[in-house]
């Protein structure tokens, strides 16, 4: 296996984007209220390039990036892979780099670590100097943290977890967001630390290279700081915070430290969320209190701008929700040809392709996908078999149209963990995360005698393979350009 | 001094708020002296008026999904609250 190509931080993923063409940079000032949320989400629905703000109005010498990995181009770039690799390629790499041995993270001292070029304790810890953007107009709050990650250590167990729970700032001192129960710091919060009444120490990173914020996207049980280490092929750098004894990646532009409080809580919401929509209630949410704020000279913030697709937190979800069941369905023996969950369905929808080698396989991949940790997250399963190209989103829509009985093609599961996210369901069940999903089953039974079976008429399946090829050879020289 | 401006979130339905009585909320400040601080939050105990000029301030009322109602309230803040624990 040779050298993965990695980038250390965000300033060096930024000079990547810029040589791929997949940076623009703004000079212009621009306004965080509102100005720079919008044109985040202009970049988001028109596919276009990320763009780089120079400028922000009253924050002079901070700076902004936002939509980092908004598409599959960044994605791959991130990855160190060329921008043109495909969709499989990407998700067979990552599989690839995330199967072997977890690369632990090495610690470094301060003078080393950018993120600690301005600290700022006390008093000076105050989250209005640093440019959170109203990101929609109507949210809740100024929300700080849209592509970052918290760190929250088990106090039992060590172990470390990093993940991307949106957080809205309230006051100098506070922010505020959703932690639900069944998240991994929601289980450590509310399981471990509610129950002695304990504050639970946490620190935020923004702003940090690309593949720590794709693993702490991951559902995987490894510790996302050690599958940052094998995304990049060797270990992430990280540094001592100053007020608790968790450690931060030293190259992150920003960082906050301090206590998420037990037993008190603040409203937070409205937001514009992945699913397109501002759906989840504003009502008391978890309370996370400041001691701490440490950056780099001239930080560079990152910035998501969450709503109808495609925004790197759809994107990012889907592709590694989807490759986390296909660890799972793999590790189980199930005799599928992959998954892709489509992050146009705000990571709700699972495309699994199987070769049918038995009656009933549909229902048992949707069993068991729907009974591991990573079902609250989406709702809707399709198994198609293995002549459908399940990145192929004509061919999805093709075979769930005509494969998918409309009676005993659908299986409904009910009384499932949801979130307080779907915009589909009851106001009630949005309050108690409760949820419910579906299967389509789009494989023929295998019972069906063989020439009662429907025939796929495709120019790859009805035509004898000289004739084919005979086509293809003279396509330009009937007049056709490709 | 131009007049304070401020939001806040009514969640339940707009006919069933009591104009006129002491009540708890959270306002946001929508028009601070360093706009570094706009949108900063905080718990108060104030009295509201559908009627703009009723009260000192103005009190601009968004639903629980963000959206903004036509016409600005008013308000009148008696206290500010603190609701954290002391550190």
New interface residues.
């Given amino acids: 296996m040779g050298l993965i190509k990695f980038y250390k931080d965000n300033r060096e993923f930024i000079k990547a984007l810029e040589s791929y063409g997949e940076l623009v940079t703004i000079q212009q000032e621009v306004d965080w209220d509102l100005e720079m949320g919008a044109i985040v989400r202009r970049v988001c629905e028109k596919r276009a390039p990320a763009p780089y703000f120079k400028k922000i109005r009253d924050y002079p010498g901070f700076e902004a990036l936002g939509a980092p990995l908004a598409t599959y181009p960044r994605l791959a770039i991130a990855m160190g892979m060329d921008p043109k690799a495909s969709v499989p390629e990407i998700c067979d790499e990552y599989v690839r780099r995330t199967s072997g041995t977890p690369i632990a993270p090495i610690l470094v001292d301060r003078e080393k670590a950018p993120c600690k070029e301005n600290i700022l304790m006390g008093k000076d810890a105050d989250l209005f100097k640093l440019p959170g953007p109203m990101v929609h107009d109507g949210d809740g709050g100024r929300y700080l943290a849209t592509w970052h990650f918290i760190v929250a250590k088990d106090p039992d167990t060590g172990v470390i977890n990093w993940g991307m729970y949106r957080q809205m700032v309230f006051d100098e001192k506070t922010m505020v967001g959703p932690v639900l129960p069944f998240s991994d710091m929601g289980k450590m919060f509310y399981g471990k630390y509610v129950p002695k009444n304990k504050p639970m120490p946490f620190a935020t990173v923004i702003g940090c290279d690309p593949l720590s914020g794709v693993a702490a996207c991951a559902p995987s049980p490894i510790p996302e700081d050690q599958f940052t280490g094998m995304l990049m092929g060797a270990p992430v750098e990280l540094v001592k915070c100053e007020t608790c004894d968790l450690e931060v990646p030293a190259h992150a532009e920003i960082i906050i430290e301090g206590e998420v409080i037990p037993n008190v809580w603040i409203e937070e919401a409205p937001f514009g969320e992945y699913t397109g929509y501002r759906t989840s209630p504003r009502e008391p949410r978890t309370v996370y209190r400041i001691k701490a704020i440490t950056y780099r000279n001239n930080p560079i913030l990152t910035v998501s701008n969450m709503g109808v697709p495609t925004d790197e937190g759809q994107l990012l979800r889907s592709f590694s929700l989807g490759l986390e069941m296909r660890r799972l369905l793999e590790s189980q023996g199930i005799p599928i040809t992959g998954v892709f969950m489509l992050p146009e369905s705000t990571h709700h929808l699972v495309v699994v392709g199987t070769k049918v080698a038995y009656s009933g396989i549909a229902t048992q991949i949707a069993n068991l996908i729907f009974g591991s940790k990573l079902s609250p997250w989406f709702h809707m399963v399709i198994v198609v078999d293995d002549e459908t190209d399940i990145y192929n989103k004509d061919e999805v829509i093709h075979a769930l149209a005509t494969k998918c009985h409309p009676i005993r093609g659908i299986r409904k599961y009910e009384h499932s963990v949801g979130t307080p996210l779907y915009p589909f369901a009851e106001p009630e069940d949005r309050r108690w995360s409760r949820g419910a999903q579906v299967l389509f089953d789009c494989t023929f039974p295998l019972h069906w005698p063989k020439s009662d079976l429907p025939i796929k008429v495709s120019f790859n399946n009805v035509y004898p393979k000289e004739i084919q090829e005979k086509v293809l050879k003279n396509w330009k020289n009937y007049g056709f350009q490709d | 001094m131009a007049r304070k401006e401020y939001d806040t979130?009514i969640?339940t339905d707009l006919d069933k708020v009591s104009e006129d009585k002491e009540m708890e909320m959270?306002l946001?400040d929508l028009n601070p002296e360093?706009?570094?601080?706009?949108?900063?939050?905080?718990y108060v105990m104030g009295m509201i008026s559908r009627d703009e000029s009723k009260y000192p301030d103005r009190l601009w009322v968004?639903l629980?999904?963000?959206?903004?109602q036509e016409r600005p309230w008013s308000i009148k803040i008696l206290k500010e609250l603190y609701?954290?624990?002391k550190?």
Avoid at chain 2, 34 to 42: A, E, G, L, T, W
């Fill in positions: 979130f969640l959270i946001r360093d706009r570094r601080y706009k949108y900063r939050s905080f968004r629980g999904r963000g959206q903004l609701k954290f624990p550190e």
